[in-house]
């Protein structure tokens, strides 16, 4: 095994970024069960103006990634039941196509939270018949536009739009507390079983696997150690469980708090433990601590699919990043086989039902006036760490860190390669 050095990636992981979901970047938007919904992303997108795909295509080059996860619009695809767009399949094969052109691997996802609106009208998740038709979609894509395509996410995060859907009822279909959320549960993991068989039967290689939020949770005291332990379960372990996949997709983006524990002096007084925009901690040894516990339940191996921040300011990311990538660096010194890391996102997009710019997760910023696109001082980090496949703490201090930032990373890289807690 590669012997490695703290911060040191192996030749062959693989460091990337996700562009977003079709519903939050395309525009032109076919109807979905989101097309009623207040708060709804910009229609000016990738799909009527391409000149921002070839933008974002070209800015996802020059950061130097090596792979770049892209979804594709069950609804654009079958804009009604068992009639197929053509155009739509053209275009979403020429996109996987000149990704592959410029040596960089894209990661398909093939369901990010929306459904056609009339599998939603018959039911969606809650209708024993989507498995079927999943089925269905997830061959068809395999067959006419991820043919070559490495790796293929079936379905993205099901715990959160089953929770938000059937539970909350804050998503579509906007039931909250419903006995459907355990039928919708059941649904998804027959519809993720049928996917990942009809894709192997059409290519035998293609790698197929499920994203999904990975949970910490830091309790205060033994109870809380307890409820954490079976909430990690239910929501980190149980779906990765019941569903066949070859990889291990992993969105993580902060610490769920119990109880907010007492936080341990750190070395410099005017460190504060950083928070994003939405007021969330950043504390990377639960991410690594997360991982372990993820891997020695499920002996599979991990791609992170989702990691990010919303700064609008970028006034942490560059530390969020460095920090994390620390983590999954000593995760793969620990033996855990992490394939590769994709950052969420390369540009501002619209956030899940929230108003427009409120979350800026991007490496990117985009006026959603104009659709402008200016790299944030983040990029060029995350650049230098691309091209050098590298997390050096010191040698980035001087353009994108401050000395404060400096010390405290570095003393959390020791605790992280010491085992101890960040």
């Not at 993720?192 to 197929?208: E, F, G, M, S």
């Not at 040894?285 to 002996?299: P, S």
């Not at 108003?355 to 006026?367: A, N």
């Amino acid at each position: 095994m590669e012997q490695l050095k703290p911060g040191v990636f192996p030749s062959e992981f693989k460091l990337g970024v996700n562009f977003g979901s079709p519903y939050q970047i395309e525009g032109l938007h076919p109807p979905t069960d989101y097309t009623t919904v207040v708060n709804r992303p910009p229609e000016h997108g990738w799909w009527n103006d391409p000149t921002l795909q070839e933008t974002d295509f070209g800015l996802a080059k020059d950061l130097g990634v090596r792979t770049a996860r892209i979804g594709i619009e069950w609804a654009r695809l079958y804009p009604e039941a068992g009639k197929v767009d053509r155009k739509a399949v053209t275009r979403y094969a020429e996109m996987v196509g000149e990704l592959d052109t410029v040596g960089i691997d894209p990661i398909i996802t093939l369901h990010h939270f929306t459904l056609p609106e009339y599998i939603a009208s018959a039911g969606g998740w809650a209708n024993p018949r989507i498995a079927s038709w999943f089925k269905e979609y997830a061959q068809f894509v395999a067959q006419e536009i991820a043919h070559e395509a490495p790796s293929i996410v079936t379905i993205n995060e099901p715990s959160v739009f089953l929770l938000n859907g059937y539970g909350k009822g804050y998503w579509p279909p906007h039931k909250r507390l419903s006995p459907q959320f355990f039928l919708a549960y059941a649904n998804v993991v027959r519809a993720q079983t049928a996917a990942y068989r009809a894709i192997k039967d059409v290519n035998p290689l293609a790698r197929v696997g499920v994203s999904e939020v990975l949970r910490s949770f830091a309790p205060a005291n033994a109870v809380e150690r307890s409820e954490a332990t079976v909430r990690g379960f239910l929501f980190n372990e149980l779906l990765y469980e019941l569903t066949l996949k070859d990889f291990l997709g992993v969105n993580y983006f902060n610490v769920y708090t119990l109880k907010l524990s007492k936080l341990q002096k750190k070395p410099s007084a005017q460190i504060a433990r950083p928070q994003d925009d939405r007021g969330s901690l950043i504390n990377p040894q639960h991410f690594l601590t997360a991982l372990e516990n993820l891997y020695r339940a499920i002996k599979k191996p991990i791609i992170v699919t989702e990691n990010g921040v919303a700064d609008a300011q970028d006034r942490v990311r560059g530390f969020y990043l460095v920090f994390h990538l620390l983590a999954v660096a000593e995760a793969i010194k620990r033996g855990i086989p992490i394939e590769g890391y994709n950052y969420w996102s390369l540009t501002d997009t619209y956030e899940w039902m929230e108003k427009l710019g409120t979350s800026r997760f991007g490496l990117v910023s985009v006026d959603f006036e104009t659709m402008q696109r200016i790299p944030r001082k983040s990029y060029y980090l995350y650049q230098r760490i691309c091209r050098e496949k590298i997390v050096d703490v010191d040698s980035l201090t001087s353009e994108f860190l401050t000395e404060q930032e400096r010390e405290y990373l570095n003393y959390c890289a020791s605790l992280l390669s010491q085992g101890g807690k960040a």
